[in-house]
C-alpha cells in the first residue's frame, strides 16, 4: 500500500491513522513516498517517478494533505494523481457528531463528486494581454459514470435519494447535458428519488435545513466548493474524510490543508485522516474494522475529553490518537 504523509502537518496526522489501523489489528505494509513541497525540496519534482511507479504497483493509497501554491508554481497535485488513475469519483461522507460545537446537528450527508474535467481539465490561455480564457469541459461518458457511482453508492449504503446541484440556468449546454446524463441514470433506480437544484439555491438551502440532503451529486468545481461548505456545517475540515475511486484504484486522504502554522508542533486535528483510513479498510474488505475506528472516533468527540484545539479543547494530536487506540480496546 502506497503511503503518503504529505506537507505540513500532514505527517502528523496520517502517522495517527497508521496508528489506528495497526491498533484495529489490520496489518499493512507500506510503501512510504514522497510528493508535493516535501518531494520538490528532494527531487525537484512534486510528483517523483517513485510515487507514481508505486501508485501504479499498489493501486490504493493514504494520503495526506499535499501543498499547492496559489497562482504560482506546480498544478494540484491532488488533481493531477486523481486524472493520472482516472480516479473519477470524489466522495465525502459528511456527519454532525454530537461533542463537536457546530449550530446544526441533524446533517448525515454525502457529497459525490466528478473529478477528472469540467474547469479543472486545466484549459486556459492568455487571448490578449489582460485576457485569459478558461475551458469548462463536460462530457457525457464522465456524467454518466459519476451518476451512475452515486446511485449505486446510493444503493449499496441504502440512501433514499440524490440530488444533483448545477447551474444548467446559465450554462444551459455544459451543465445541462450533466443533468440530462444524470437523468438518464436515474430512470434505472425508480426506489431512489432524483431531484436537482441550482447550486447558489443548494448553497443557501444547506446553511437553513442541511437535514434535507442525503447525496449531493455535482461536477468537478461545484463539488469542490460545496464540499467544503458542507464540511464548515459540521466543524470544519479536519473532522471530514475523503476518498477518490477509480475502476482500478482508490486513493484515501485528509481534506484539509497543510496547516503549515501549527505543523510539527502535535496539534492537528486527525480525525479527517482516521475516518479516511477507515474507509479504506472497508475498501480492503476490512469493513468490521472499518466500522470499530468509526465508532471509537465518534464516541471520543461525543465525551469532549480529548478535544484538539480546533474544535476548542486542549488535547494534542497524540492524545485524540491514544483516546480512539483506547476507546477500541476496550469495545
Excluded at 430512470?187 to 446553511?207: K, N, S
Excluded at 474524510?241 to 502554522?261: L, M, R, S
Excluded at 474507509?279 to 469493513?287: A, F, I, N, V
Aim: hydrophobic share 45%; net charge positive; proline share 4%.
Amino acid at each position: 500500500m502506497t503511503l503518503i504523509p504529505g506537507d505540513g502537518v500532514g505527517p502528523e496526522v496520517i502517522a495517527a491513522a497508521v496508528a489506528v489501523i495497526e491498533a484495529v489489528g489490520v496489518t499493512i505494509e507500506w510503501d512510504r513516498q514522497e510528493a508535493g513541497a516535501a518531494a520538490f525540496k528532494r527531487y525537484g519534482t512534486p510528483v517523483p517517478a517513485q510515487l507514481l511507479r508505486s501508485l501504479r504497483a499498489t493501486r490504493i493509497a493514504l494520503k495526506g494533505p499535499l501543498e499547492t501554491r496559489v497562482a504560482e508554481g506546480w498544478r494540484s497535485i491532488n488533481v493531477y494523481l486523481r486524472r493520472t488513475f482516472d480516479l473519477y469519483a470524489n466522495i465525502r461522507p459528511t456527519m454532525s457528531f454530537v461533542g463537536v460545537p457546530t449550530p446544526f446537528r441533524n446533517v448525515n450527508l454525502v457529497v459525490v463528486r466528478e473529478n477528472t474535467e469540467d474547469l479543472y481539465s486545466g484549459i486556459e490561455h492568455e487571448i490578449a494581454p489582460g485576457v485569459v480564457e478558461s475551458i469548462k469541459v463536460i462530457t457525457a461518458r464522465a456524467s454518466r459514470r459519476i451518476a451512475k457511482f452515486a446511485f449505486e453508492y446510493a444503493s449499496a449504503h441504502r440512501r433514499k435519494s440524490i440530488t444533483a446541484i448545477h447551474k444548467a440556468n446559465i450554462m444551459k449546454l455544459s451543465d445541462g447535458l450533466f443533468l440530462k446524463c444524470a437523468r438518464a441514470v436515474a430512470r434505472g433506480y425508480p426506489e431512489i428519488r432524483y431531484t436537482e437544484q441550482i447550486v447558489d439555491a443548494a448553497c443557501m438551502r444547506l446553511v437553513t435545513d442541511p437535514g434535507s440532503f442525503d447525496i449531493l451529486l455535482l461536477e468537478n468545481l461545484y463539488g469542490d466548493i460545496v464540499s467544503d461548505l458542507c464540511a464548515g456545517l459540521v466543524g470544519g475540515l479536519g473532522l471530514v474524510p475523503g476518498a477518490n475511486y477509480g475502476d482500478k484504484g482508490a486513493i484515501f486522504e485528509a481534506v484539509h490543508g497543510t496547516a503549515p502554522d501549527i505543523a510539527g508542533k502535535n496539534v492537528a486535528n486527525p480525525t479527517a485522516a482516521i475516518l479516511s483510513s477507515a474507509m479504506m479498510l472497508d475498501y480492503l474488505g476490512y469493513q468490521r474494522e472499518g466500522e470499530k475506528i468509526r465508532a471509537a472516533t465518534i464516541a471520543v468527540l461525543r465525551s469532549r475529553k480529548a478535544l484538539t484545539r480546533d474544535l476548542g479543547g486542549e488535547a494534542s494530536t497524540s492524545d485524540f490518537t491514544d483516546a480512539i487506540i483506547h476507546g477500541m480496546s476496550r469495545a
